[in-house]
């Protein structure tokens, strides 16, 4: 008997039902998107955590900055220079005192028995950056100066200008650019450091795969406050025992 023709067989029924799937048939659209959904989501939760990780050390960084700006370990010579400038008071009153004047030069105050500021060959008292203070007399008025760190007029943190007559200006707190490059803060930028990068890798933890999605931001975004909280709140404790541990 002739072999029917191939338009007239009667296909295979699919064998879909047993899970087996024909090889030769082309992938879908939606196969091609699940098997790129998992390394789309890893890629997703590694870039929330380093906004969370940076986030966090930003806010630790503040922080730190707002509580330590004014620490005695990170403006000694500010801090120092001052009670200098507290020093000249009493010698002023010193001097007067004995003189029944006002030194014409910070020399002539090297003429008491009991001065408390060093004076260096020539005569002259150096601020904690090595630079004499300026000083002016006008009959019973008086101003001993000094430049900052810098060395020039004006600035804020260590550049502040400081006088007898202004010691502890509001400018002369330190600004966060000079506590991030330029003072000694004791460690406390790196311990914010390490606090965002342990905020990166809890992050990977506390979110899932299944949760980046769009119906789940919600939750993702309160499992981030949360983390972001807590990090910042345990930073600062931290910051906090610092300076207490410090004298501060």
């Known amino acids: 008997m002739p072999n029917e023709p191939p338009e007239n067989r009667e296909e295979s029924p699919p064998l879909n039902g047993l899970g087996i799937t024909n090889a030769s048939e082309p992938a879908t659209d939606a196969d091609a998107g699940t098997a790129h959904a998992g390394p789309r989501r890893i890629g997703q939760r590694i870039l929330i955590g380093v906004v969370v990780g940076l986030v966090v050390f930003g806010l630790t ?12 370990m990170i403006t000694a010579k500010q801090f120092y220079t001052q009670l200098s400038l507290h020093q000249f008071d009493d010698l002023m009153a010193q001097f007067k005192s004995e003189h029944g004047r006002l030194p014409k030069s910070i020399a002539e105050l090297g003429t008491l028995d009991q001065s408390s500021l060093a004076f260096d060959k020539n005569q002259d008292i150096l601020d904690k950056w090595g630079r004499p203070f300026m000083y002016t007399v006008d009959g019973d008025k008086y101003l001993v100066l000094s430049y900052g760190r810098d060395g020039k007029p004006g600035g804020d943190g260590l550049d502040c200008d ?22 000694p803060s004791g460690g406390m930028v790196q311990v914010c450091a390490i606090t965002g990068f342990f905020a990166f890798l809890l992050s990977l933890v506390v979110i899932k795969s299944a949760d980046v999605c769009r119906a789940q931001a919600m939750v993702v975004a309160a499992k981030a406050v949360l983390m972001m909280s807590a990090a910042v709140v345990i930073s600062v404790i931290i910051v906090m025992l610092h300076f207490v541990a410090a004298g501060h």
């Open 61 to 72: 960084v503040v922080a730190a900055w707002l509580s330590g700006r004014s620490a005695h």
């Open 162 to 183: 400081l006088s007898s007559d202004d010691i502890c200006p509001a400018r002369a707190q330190v600004p966060l650019r000079q506590f991030l490059f330029d003072v």
